[in-house]
C-alpha cells in the first residue's frame, strides 16, 4: 500500500495502476456536487476500460474549497477545480487516455504558458506546511490500509513496544504542543497531570472534543472527514501514557460525513487489532466510543461536554477539581480536541525536536485556521506558528476581492476578537493574540473588509452567544443579554455615549464572574472593537451615522437628479412604490429624474442594485 499512496506524494510508487484520480470528499465538495462526479468517472471508466488502470480514490478535504469540486490526476498532479460533469468525457479521454491534461480545465494558476505548475507552487500551498493536515486529501479516509501505508499506527506500536508512558508524556512535553482548542495548555502537562494525580485510580478517560461550533471553523470536521484513524491512533497513545482504557469522541451529529466515516474507522481498527484487547499483541487494552452531539456551543466547553457523555444536560461544573482529577464519570479524563490529536503521531515518530523547530519560542508547531469571509482563496490553511496576518491574508488567501482595502479579521469566533490593520504584520501565536486583545480560539479566522460594520458585527457575534449560553450562570445568562440590547440600540441610532461605558463595564464584569470559558470571553469581540474601532461607535452614537452603510436604521437613499437619466428602473423594482418621477430634466438627458420619498423607503437596496448609472447613493 505504500507504493500506492506514494504514487500520489510524488515518492518511489509502485502502484498497480497506471493513475490515481483524487476526488475531494468532504463536506465541501459533496454539497457542490463530487459524488456526480464521481459517478461519472465510474461510468466512463466502465464504457472505455479503464477500470484496471485507474484508480479513483474519494478523499478528505484538499484546502482550496471554495474551488470545488475538486480533482486531481496523479503522477502529474493535475489539478482541476469546479469541475463539472460534462467536462469528464474531455478530461477522461484528452488526459488519462490521451496523456495531455485538459488545460483550459485546470485551476488557472497552475497553467503558466505550456508549463503545467505543481500545485506546492501555488500561492495558496506553497507557505503551507502540513502536520495536521498531511493525509487530509491524499489517502482514502476509509481504508484503514491507505492510512497504514502513510506510516499510519507505527507511532502506536513504536509507543507500546519501546516507550514507557513516562517517555511518551515527557517526548509530548518537550515538543512544546499546546492544545489547539483554543486555551492553548500544555499538552503535555495535562497528561502529566491525569497520570500523576490519582495514580491508582480505577478508571481513567480519554475524550475528544470534536464539537467544533465557532461560526466560520470546520478545522476539525475536515480532519475527521478526511483522516479519522489518526485520531484514534493518538487517543490510543494518550490512554497508554495516562493509563486509561476507554475513550470517548463527542461529535457534532451535524457532520454526518465525519460520524460515517469515525464509525467505519473504529470498525476497521478493531479488526484490525488496534483497538480493543492487547493491542500490538501487548497487556494494553482500549477502546472508543462515539457520542453525538445536538449542536449546543457551550459542549465545546470541557466539563460541559463531559457532563452531556453522561447522559445529561451540557452545562459546565466549576472547577476545581479539574477534570484530570475528576472529569467523566468523576474519573481522571484528558480532553483534547481534534487537531490536537492529529499532531501526535508525527510527533512520536519525527521526535520532540522536530515538532519543536516549527514555530515561535513559546507557540511551536503548526496551526490550522478556516479561512473565510472577504478572502479570495476560502479553505483550509495550515502554516508554522509565526506566519503573520499578512501573509495569510495576501499571499495565501490572495487577497480581498473586488480591490476593497482590509479593515479587520475575526480570530477564535465569538470567544476571540477582531485585528485591526494596526496588526498586520504580528506573528500569528498563542501570546500574541492574546496581546492584542484576541484569541487563537479552535482557529476560525473571518476576514472582512471596508464594507463591514464594526459595531454590527459586535452585534453579530454576542447574539451568537446569548442564543449559545446554557444559562446556568446569571453573568453569561443576563449580562449578554444586556451587552446585546445595548449594541441593537446602538445600531438603531438611539445610543448614548454612556452606553458606551455601560457596555464596557458590563464587559469586563461578565468577564470575571462567569461559570465557564464562553461568558469569559463572550465580551471580546465587543471589547476588541471597542478598542480598535472606538470612531464607528461614536459616529453611531453622536453622529448617527454609519460610516459603512450596514446599520439600515441609520441609512438614506438618495437619488442623484444630474446623474438620473430618468428610466425608472429602480421604481420598478421599489417594493414598497417610495420612488415617484420629478419634474426635472437633468442637463443633457430627456427624461425627467426620480425621487425617493424617505418616509415609504424601506431601506431594501433593491434601487441600487439596479441603477446601472450609479445615480442612487447610500448615505
Not at 465538495?29 to 462526479?37: A, L, N, R, Y
Not at 463539472?84 to 468525457?89: G, L, M, N
Not at 437628479?561 to 423594482?573: H, L, R, S, V
Not at 443633457?588 to 441600487?608: F, R, S
Request: proline share 5%; with cysteine; hydrophobic share 35%.
Amino acid at each position: 500500500m505504500k507504493g500506492e499512496v506514494a504514487l500520489r506524494t510524488h515518492g518511489n510508487a509502485s502502484s498497480k495502476y497506471e493513475r490515481h484520480v483524487l476526488v475531494c470528499g468532504g463536506t465541501g465538495c459533496t454539497s457542490s456536487g463530487s459524488p456526480k462526479i464521481i459517478e461519472e468517472l465510474e461510468k466512463q471508466f466502465a464504457d472505455k476500460g479503464l477500470t484496471d488502470k485507474v484508480q479513483i480514490v474519494k478523499t478528505g478535504c484538499f484546502g482550496l474549497c471554495e474551488r470545488g469540486p475538486i480533482m486531481i490526476v496523479y503522477p502529474e498532479g493535475s489539478f482541476y477545480s469546479r469541475v463539472k460533469v460534462e467536462e469528464i468525457p474531455r478530461i477522461v479521454d484528452e488526459h488519462l487516455i490521451g496523456g495531455s491534461p485538459v488545460k483550459e480545465f485546470l485551476y488557472e494558476e497552475t497553467v503558466v504558458g505550456d508549463e503545467i505548475k505543481s500545485l506546492d507552487d501555488t500561492s495558496f500551498y506553497k507557505k503551507q506546511h502540513r502536520v495536521a493536515l498531511r493525509n487530509c486529501g491524499v489517502i482514502n479516509p476509509e481504508n484503514i490500509n491507505e492510512y497504514i501505508g502513510r506510516d499510519g499506527y507505527e507511532a502506536l506500536g513504536k509507543v507500546l513496544t519501546t516507550m514507557t508512558p513516562e517517555d511518551v508524556i515527557q517526548t509530548i512535553l518537550d515538543s512544546g504542543l499546546r492544545g489547539r482548542g483554543g486555551g492553548g495548555f500544555p499538552t503535555g502537562m495535562k497528561w502529566k497531570l491525569a497520570r500523576n494525580i490519582v495514580p491508582n485510580a480505577d478508571q481513567k478517560y480519554v475524550c475528544c472534543n470534536a464539537d467544533e461550533g465557532d461560526p466560520g471553523a470546520f478545522m476539525d470536521r475536515s480532519v475527521l472527514e478526511g483522516d479519522p484513524h489518526v485520531v484514534l491512533e493518538a487517543m490510543a497513545i494518550a490512554g497508554y501514557a495516562i493509563g486509561a482504557t476507554q475513550g470517548y469522541i463527542y461529535v457534532r451529529a451535524e457532520y454526518p460525513i465525519a460520524v460515517e466515516r469515525l464509525n467505519i474507522a473504529i470498525k476497521q481498527a478493531r479488526e484490525n487489532g488496534m483497538l480493543g484487547k492487547n493491542i500490538f499483541g501487548t497487556d494494553f487494552c482500549f477502546d472508543i466510543d462515539l457520542r453525538l452531539g445536538a449542536g449546543a456551543f457551550v459542549c465545546g466547553e470541557e466539563t460541559a461536554l463531559m457532563t452531556s457523555i453522561e447522559g445529561n444536560r451540557g452545562e459546565p461544573r466549576p472547577r476545581p477539581p479539574f477534570p484530570a482529577e475528576k472529569g467523566l464519570f468523576q474519573k481522571p479524563t484528558i480532553l483534547n480536541n481534534v487537531e490536537t490529536y492529529a499532531n501526535i503521531p508525527q510527533i512520536i515518530l519525527n521526535g520532540a525536536q522536530w515538532f519543536a523547530s516549527m514555530g515561535t519560542e513559546k507557540s511551536k508547531g503548526t496551526k490550522v485556521f478556516a479561512l473565510g469571509g472577504k478572502i479570495k482563496n476560502t479553505g483550509l490553511v495550515e502554516v508554522p506558528m509565526g506566519t503573520t496576518l499578512r501573509e495569510v491574508i495576501e499571499e495565501i488567501g490572495g487577497g480581498i476581492p473586488n480591490g476593497k482595502k482590509f479593515k479587520a479579521a475575526q480570530t477564535g469566533g465569538p470567544s476571540g476578537g477582531c485585528i485591526d490593520p494596526s496588526n498586520f504584520d504580528i506573528p500569528i501565536d498563542y501570546d500574541n493574540l492574546i496581546g492584542i486583545g484576541s484569541m487563537m480560539g479552535s482557529g476560525g479566522l473571518i476576514v472582512m473588509d471596508e464594507d463591514n460594520c464594526m459595531v454590527d458585527i459586535a452585534k453579530f457575534f454576542l447574539e451568537f452567544t446569548v442564543d449559545e449560553s446554557c444559562g446556568k450562570c446569571t453573568p453569561c445568562r443576563i449580562g449578554t443579554k444586556r451587552m446585546w440590547e445595548i449594541l441593537d440600540k446602538i445600531t438603531k441610532g438611539k445610543g448614548t455615549l454612556e452606553d458606551l461605558d455601560k457596555l464596557e463595564e458590563l464587559a469586563y464584569h461578565i468577564k470575571a464572574n462567569s461559570l465557564c470559558g464562553l461568558g469569559q470571553t463572550a465580551p471580546n469581540p465587543v471589547l476588541s472593537t471597542l478598542r480598535c474601532f472606538r470612531d464607528e461607535y461614536i459616529a453611531h452614537v453622536v453622529d448617527k451615522k454609519c460610516p459603512a452603510g450596514v446599520c439600515k436604521d441609520l441609512l438614506s437613499f438618495e437619488i442623484e437628479k444630474d446623474k438620473c437619466i430618468g428610466c425608472g428602473m429602480c421604481a420598478k423594482q421599489c417594493p414598497a412604490s417610495a420612488i415617484t418621477r420629478t419634474d426635472y430634466i437633468a442637463p443633457g438627458k430627456k427624461l425627467a429624474a426620480m425621487e425617493i420619498d424617505k418616509t415609504k423607503c424601506v431601506k431594501c437596496g433593491a434601487c441600487i442594485a439596479t441603477c446601472k448609472f450609479k445615480a442612487i447613493i447610500k448615505k
